[in-house]
């Protein structure tokens, strides 16, 4: 059993529909349905004796203290975060609250549960943090990509509070001997991702024959993961991951994101044609992002070469699937925009 929190979100969804499928170990998602928590997402478990939904907060430290003494797990994953550099900027607290303080009431949790096992599952047990590159900073043209060494330089209210709750992990570990791992991830992208993240609003607002955005020149630039080489790479590190390690995941794949919305654009063009003409046409640019870094990219080389680690998709196979699976799953797209989803929400898990 592994208790993973923010299951009901984009990547924790595609990680719990993953792990019960390679491995069929019992899973205890642990999510509080903010607007990005969707249980749409894990609809297909419904029955699933394997896995338990918890509806609460990872700040709620009585909470937590239940599910794991009810439930034992051998291991937790940490994905439960407010993931939106956008909304960051606009209302900094709630990424303070989530993932610095929410962090920090898994960390003690944690501790205390690990502490308490005996001997033999407190040797097994394991904790491990999910973060992303944008800790590292921003990177000039020419500079190497991010390695673990990288030090770490946060530009926004989210990348600072992600940073914060990196620094609270390894603190855990280098103070109380907490069996903690960490990995920094670039940019995700695949089924279920909110239609705030670049790709698939790019992809809702082309099938509506809306604007696309462009933040500035359009040349920022970012790496680019399909979300199941992401959940596969953290399965390795929870197996054989050395505790107190960072590890860096990355495809080598930096794109511009103007390559990234035409890419999306000429697959949309393919694969369901608009008569009104191209899809590209429906570029705009619009102000830039207060802020905005230029450029990630990860140096995958530790994971591929401790772990064996690598991508099993390319960006053209990635984005095609993708793109196929928007086109596949517009109800999904419309009820997540739409609220109808939020009133479901309401109606069956009214807060305990
Ligand atoms: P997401 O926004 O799609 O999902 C976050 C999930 O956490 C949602 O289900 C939400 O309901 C839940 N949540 C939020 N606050 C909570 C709280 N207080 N208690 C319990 N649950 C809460 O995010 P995502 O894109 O799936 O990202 C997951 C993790 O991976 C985050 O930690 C993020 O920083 C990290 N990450 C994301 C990317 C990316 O490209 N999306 C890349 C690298 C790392
Ligand atoms: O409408 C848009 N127009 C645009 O030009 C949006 C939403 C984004 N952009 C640009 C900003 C970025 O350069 O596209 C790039 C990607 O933007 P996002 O999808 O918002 O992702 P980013 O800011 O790079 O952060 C993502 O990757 C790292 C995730 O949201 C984070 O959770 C993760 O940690």
Not at 28 to 55: C, I, K, M
Not at 180 to 201: D, H, M, R, V, W
Request: proline share 6%.
């Amino acid at each position: 059993m592994i208790l993973v929190t923010g299951g009901a979100g984009f990547i924790g969804a595609n990680f719990v529909l993953d792990w019960l499928r390679e491995t069929g170990e019992p899973v205890v998602t642990l999510d509080a349905l903010t607007y990005a928590g969707n249980p749409e997402n894990l609809a297909s478990l419904q029955g699933d004796a394997r896995h338990v939904f918890v509806h609460g907060d990872i700040c709620d430290r009585a909470l937590v203290d239940r599910l794991l003494s009810e439930h034992r797990p051998r291991a937790v994953v940490h994905f439960a975060a407010e993931s939106h550099v956008d909304r960051s900027i606009h209302g900094p607290a709630a990424f303070v609250r989530t993932n610095v303080e929410g962090t920090f009431t898994l960390l003690e949790a944690a501790r205390d549960y690990w502490t308490m096992l005996a001997s033999d599952p407190k040797a097994a047990f394991r904790f491990l943090h999910v973060s992303t590159d944008e800790v590292y900073g921003s990177l000039g043209p020419k500079d190497p990509p991010f390695a673990e060494t990288k030090a770490y330089e946060p530009n926004s209210p989210y990348s600072a509070s992600k940073a914060a709750s990196d620094h609270l992990v390894r603190a855990w570990h280098h103070t109380y001997g907490f069996p903690a791992l960490t990995t920094n991830c670039s940019n995700n992208y695949g089924p279920y991702q909110f239609p705030e993240k670049l790709i698939p609003l790019m992809i809702a607002n082309a099938l509506a024959g809306k604007a696309l955005p462009i933040y500035g020149d359009g040349r920022n630039v970012r790496d680019w993961l399909y979300v199941s080489d992401h959940c596969a790479a953290i399965r390795e590190v929870l197996a054989r991951g050395r505790l107190g390690e960072t590890y860096n995941v990355g495809g080598w794949n930096e794109k511009p994101n103007l390559e990234i919305v035409h890419t999306v654009c000429a697959l949309l063009d393919e694969l369901r044609p608009d008569p009104a003409g191209a899809h590209a046409r429906l570029i705009t640019y619009v102000t830039d992002r207060p802020g905005h870094d230029r450029r990630y990219a990860i140096d995958a080389r530790k994971i591929e070469r401790e772990l064996g680690w690598r991508p099993a998709e390319t960006f053209e196979t990635g984005i095609r699937k993708t793109v196929a699976w928007y086109l596949d799953n517009q109800d999904w797209v419309a009820h997540v925009q739409s609220g109808s989803y939020r009133e479901w929400v309401d109606r069956n898990y009214a807060q305990r």
